[in-house]
């Protein structure tokens, strides 16, 4: 069975500055992962996601992604966050013979002025 | 373009009522799915369909059903309400292949 590990449930950080959001898997198959963003009381939006290729994936508001195989790891970096940028953020996982999403627990980043 | 559309947005539930939760797609997609979000827990995955008239369990089905009668529809039935059943419940559709899924708005249901 696959599993999503997202070890920080909250993260603050100054407007400006660098963010990095950590995801760890485990899965014993070849997974596609996707990371989402949920702004307040609306539902989730894709960020990006990794299919195969370039381990460096580049999303939406300037956001991107490092698969790292050897270490199950899908990490969500921005170099500069915005106000705009307060949501919760889910990383999740999908089976590449499945189409059901399995997602973590969620990290809530909030950005203060 | 409306995507996911669910009805209704928000509910409240004696313990014990039935009820049923609306989702529909305009974008022929194949998949359709059913989750509900927790605080902490992320989002878990109650049922799925794969296509027109099939359905499938996911991590926590016990209490609900689900139907898919017409293609763009995916139905979510709560026979006998339980707080426990508390939760926003959100769908999501998927053309098939992983090119990502289309979520809806969400319903805020409250058991009391």
């Known amino acids: 069975a696959q599993s999503v590990t997202q070890l920080d449930s909250q993260v603050p950080v100054f407007e400006e500055a660098p963010v990095e959001l950590r995801c760890n898997y485990s899965?014993?198959?070849?997974?596609?992962l996707f990371w989402y963003v949920q702004y307040p009381n609306q539902g989730l939006q894709l960020l990006l996601k990794?299919?195969?290729?370039?381990?460096l994936v580049k999303g939406i508001n300037g956001f991107e992604a490092e698969f790292n195989k050897s270490q199950t790891s899908f990490h969500l970096r921005k170099p500069s966050v915005h106000i705009s940028d307060t949501a919760e953020y889910f990383c999740?996982?999908?089976?590449?013979?499945?189409?059901?999403?399995?997602f973590g627990s969620g990290t809530r980043l909030l950005v203060r002025p | 373009n409306a995507g996911v559309t669910q009805t209704p947005k928000f509910r409240v539930l004696k313990t014990g009522q039935s009820m049923t939760l609306l989702c529909a797609q305009d974008m022929n997609h194949e998949y359709m799915y059913w989750y509900r979000q927790d605080p902490g827990m992320g989002l878990r995955l109650i049922h799925y369909s794969v296509g027109e008239g099939t359905t499938a369990k996911g991590e926590v089905p016990d209490g609900y059903n689900v139907s898919r009668l017409k293609k763009q529809n995916f139905l979510l039935g709560l026979e006998s309400a339980a707080p426990s059943q508390t939760s926003v419940y959100f769908c999501?559709?998927?053309?098939?292949?992983?090119?990502?899924?289309?979520f809806g708005s969400g319903t805020r249901l409250t058991v009391v």
């Open positions: 899965s014993s198959v070849s997974v596609y």
């Open positions: 999501a559709s998927n053309p098939g292949g992983n090119y990502g899924y289309t």
């Open positions: 990794y299919l195969s290729g370039s381990t």
């Open positions: 999740a996982v999908s089976v590449t013979s499945s189409y059901k999403l399995i």
